[in-house]
């Protein structure tokens, strides 16, 4: 009753103060700048990279039976530029990790084949057919375009090797598969050597998508870490924390009404830029479970960084460099060749992470529990140090 | 009510005492003053007292309950006045009585009640930020009252108010003597510790020099003081000398001797002069 009540009262005074609204305004801001700043596919026109490793006879008679039905047709080659890139792929089947790494810059020409809308002859599509499988391999991953490999086995029989991206949705690949099946002769040959291999890396996330977790976490868990810093000084600034020390009602309980002011926040704050970008597609349930142990955690540090400081000029040392360490695992977001090893020991690693898997159709839910877990019980013991902290310094 | 022996206590934890070996009794109905200048550590023993600040040395126990030990609920019978006024500013004067009012165990006050008795009616929906610094003192003293303390700690309860408001907050605590609350009062104002203590600690330095009632204060050291003015070169000069002071005694006879008397009368000693003669200093 006396936490209930307390809450109150501090869901009271964060909606008539400025924080509250500057942490809503925020989070406006971003759904603005994610709505009408980030197109939700840069090229939405699909690529494709295919190497036919077949008899050039074969090939051209594929594409010939395309071009008589009136969906594809030749354009002029391409001159194809690949960046420097590295990456790592796995089997899906064995498991086993493949890496590459290409450090020169290369030109390539490849053939190009567009693909046409019979009915409006609109361009959907451009398919391009690369002379060696590397090639293909290299600018797939480099595009984030799906890649193919054709291929004869022994019975003479087509067989495929798929690159995807590892955020195709589940229905497409299966569609892959049903393609294919379709067909009983290439049935057995097709399934029994079908090799489909992800990246590890973003999800079904368009480039829109893509963005919500960095937002979320941003707006979310990170604000609620100065917020709850914000309001633990404007109470020392009035005093009020000794007026609660001197009532039956102990000081954990002021802490955790403050903590579950920013949890309300939050959750207010991460649906506005979740909601309208990513529909019905994510698992709420798990979203707001996740959105609720990361502020927690996050909110609890605040708690701790407070307790040993007067003013927020006093903690502002602190907070500096807590705030740039925080925002250190963004980097690695942006820039996936960049994810060195004590990167992931930055508790803003996982919430970044597991805000991706949460959005990713098919994510890992194993992670998104287990660092639920981990946040839950690091936000806990950083509650009760705080707690006894407080405790001690209330005249301060 | 409160049994305080040996208390020390020294913010910087070293050999700078801001409370150094004081001990004294509270008994129950009765309302205790500290009265001292400023930074002789009242405030200090106040706020251990009501455990905002650790016990550090001492045997302390505050409404029976020994501040060794930690005893939340002992606040049901305490009420705390601030110093400084410490009220949401977010709040309305209500809000504020409201809210702090829920945090007790006990039956409280009606908020409203409270508001108009410290003067505050028709400001209970205005927030307290807007509040003047008289006005916020009023309501962080009105909250003191909200579980009908037994145990009343008021730190300097009229200090800052004008006139008219510091006596209708005298009322209210002489009105609480009446209900039987005990008081531990902080002062540097000698009236107010004159007229609403049964008895006063002058405390100076962190130490206390003497404990008694403002009476037997007066008694002992008072009507032994006269008050002279006299006509000295075409001017009024005033002088208060004591009766059982030699010294002072033979200035008496010489003033009556030279000079022309304009008034003399013997008067009662203030307690502000009672704590010069006993400490040596002031009370501001
Ligand atoms: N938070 C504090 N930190 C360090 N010294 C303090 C603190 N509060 C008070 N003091 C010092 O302790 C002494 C007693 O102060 P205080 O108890 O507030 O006096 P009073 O209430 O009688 O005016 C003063 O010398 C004051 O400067
Ligand atoms: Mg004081």
Redesign the pocket.
Known sequence: MKLLSSYIKEMKIAARGFYFYVELGIAIIMLLILLFAIAENPDSKSKEYLFNDLPDAMTDAFVEEDIEEGVARWADDAELTLKPIAFEITNEETGELASYNYDEEKIVTARVLEKVNTQTGALTGTTYILDNEEDMIRLSYAEQAIGATTSLDDTGRLRYKYYLQGYETDRMVDLLYVLHNEDPDVFAASFDSQQVRTLDTFGTLNSRQGLVPLFVAFAGSLMGFFIVMAYIFLDKDEGVIKAFAVTPSSVWKYLLSKTMVIMTTVVVSSSIITIPVMGGQPNYLLFYLFVITTTFAFATLGLLVASFSKSLTQAFGALFVLAIMLMLPAFSYFIPSFDPVWLRFFPTYPVLQGYKEILVVGGNVGYVLMYSGVFLVGGTLLFLLANIKFKKTL?? | MISVKNLSHS??KDE?K??NNISFEVQKGETFG?L????????????ILTGLLKLQQGEVTVGGFDLKKVHNERFNKIGVSF?QSNVYGKLTAKENLKFYAKLFDVETRDPDELIALVGLQGKEKVRAGEFSKGMKHRLTFARSMLNNPELWFL??PTTGLDPAIAATIKDIIREQQKKGTTSFL?T?NMFIADELCDRVAF?ID?EIKLIDTPKNLKLEYGKKLIDIEYVKDDKIVKETLKTVDEHDKKRISEIVNAYDIRTMHSKEATLEEIFIEVTGRGLV
Do not use: M, R
């Not at chain 2, 200048?37 to 009242?42: L, R």
């Open positions: 005249t301060v | 913010y910087n700078t801001a409370v500290f001292g200048p400023s930074g002789a550590g009242k405030s200090t023993t106040q706020n110093e730190d300097e902080t540097h405390i962190g």
